[in-house]
């Protein structure tokens, strides 16, 4: 029962492609029917995945010996452009359904629990490795601030213009954490100092670094690469 609407949005999407196959021939890849059919899906399988999204089913966690030696970079710009944050004048921002909105510091951050965790990183691109991250539990935070844990979405905004956004299961899933640590040192610059979000039931895209801003909401958040074209769940 629960599933008929989006069914009914996905024989919408193939009825439309159908269409377009008509309409073009076979150069059918362009035509705004068939990225409109394509962007129901996209979103009937967001919904389908949130519905088979299980709190307590716990990503894949590795022994010690199978965390890569070198961390492997990613962001929407080579590495060299990355701008170091300035410890002294980080701010971590909150807003949306929260609280106590005080913004955090770097030392604020620091000194909160930590639990580690080793997982794998899997980017879209199609390369993957094994890294070692310890924070704070997302979820452990957002009832520290007293956020509403009944709203939808968890928002996050980072210092190079970056934006990410999550559905509350995952946020308050207990393998998601606020990484202050890569391998066993303070995050490296490139690796998202001072604060990086290590979601390990996601893909790498919605693994925020340098952020700098955390909301809490009832709108479903944009994602920066959800915003051109991906899949916005983006479940693993
Ligand atoms: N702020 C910010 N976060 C980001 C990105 C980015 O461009 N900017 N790229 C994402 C992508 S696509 C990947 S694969 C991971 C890479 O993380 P890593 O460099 O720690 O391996 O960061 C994600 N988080
Ligand atoms: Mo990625």
Same mark, same amino acid.
């Given at each position: ?5 989006? %069914?009914?949005? /996905?024989? %919408?999407? $193939? ?22 059919? !394509? ?17 307590? @089913? ?9 965390v890569a030696r070198e961390f492997r970079y ?17 701010? !971590? ?13 770097? *030392?604020? !951050?620091?000194? /909160?629990?930590?639990?580690?965790? &080793? ?8 390369? $993957?490795y094994v890294g070692?991250? $310890?924070?704070?539990? !997302?979820?452990?935070?957002? &009832?520290?601030?007293?956020?509403? @844990? ?19 299961? @995952?946020?308050?899933? *207990? ?7 890569a391998g066993?040192?303070?995050?490296p610059?490139k690796f998202?100092? *001072? ?12 693994? *925020? ?7 809490? @909401? ?9 915003? &051109? ?8």
């Amino acid at each position: 029962m629960i599933i008929s609407t989006p %069914r009914r949005a /996905l024989l %919408r999407g $193939s009825l439309s492609l159908g269409a377009a196959t008509l309409l073009s021939g076979c150069d059918i890849s362009d035509s705004d029917a068939v990225q409109s059919a !394509l962007h129901a899906i996209s979103r009937w399988n967001d919904r389908v995945q949130a519905l088979l999204f299980n709190q307590h @089913t716990l990503a894949r966690e590795y022994a010690a010996s199978d965390v890569a030696r070198e961390f492997r970079y990613n962001a929407y710009y080579p590495a060299q452009d990355v701008v170091a944050i300035d410890p002294g004048r980080y701010r !971590l921002g909150l807003s949306g359904l929260i609280a106590d909105k005080q913004a955090w510091t770097v *030392p604020q !951050l620091l000194a /909160l629990p930590r639990k580690m965790q &080793r997982t794998r990183h899997v980017c879209v691109e199609g390369w $993957s490795y094994v890294g070692q991250w $310890s924070g704070i539990p !997302l979820g452990d935070f957002l &009832r520290h601030v007293g956020a509403d @844990t009944h709203a939808k979405y968890v928002g996050f905004q980072c210092a190079d213009g970056y934006y990410e956004g999550i559905d509350m299961p @995952t946020a308050l899933h *207990p393998q998601t954490i606020m990484a202050v640590t890569a391998g066993d040192e303070i995050l490296p610059a490139k690796f998202g100092f *001072p604060l990086k979000i290590r979601i390990p039931t996601k893909l790498g895209f919605k693994n *925020p670094k340098w952020v700098t801003a955390m909301y809490v @909401t009832n709108t479903e958040p944009h994602g920066f690469w959800s915003d &051109r074209g991906y899949n916005w769940f983006s479940g693993i």
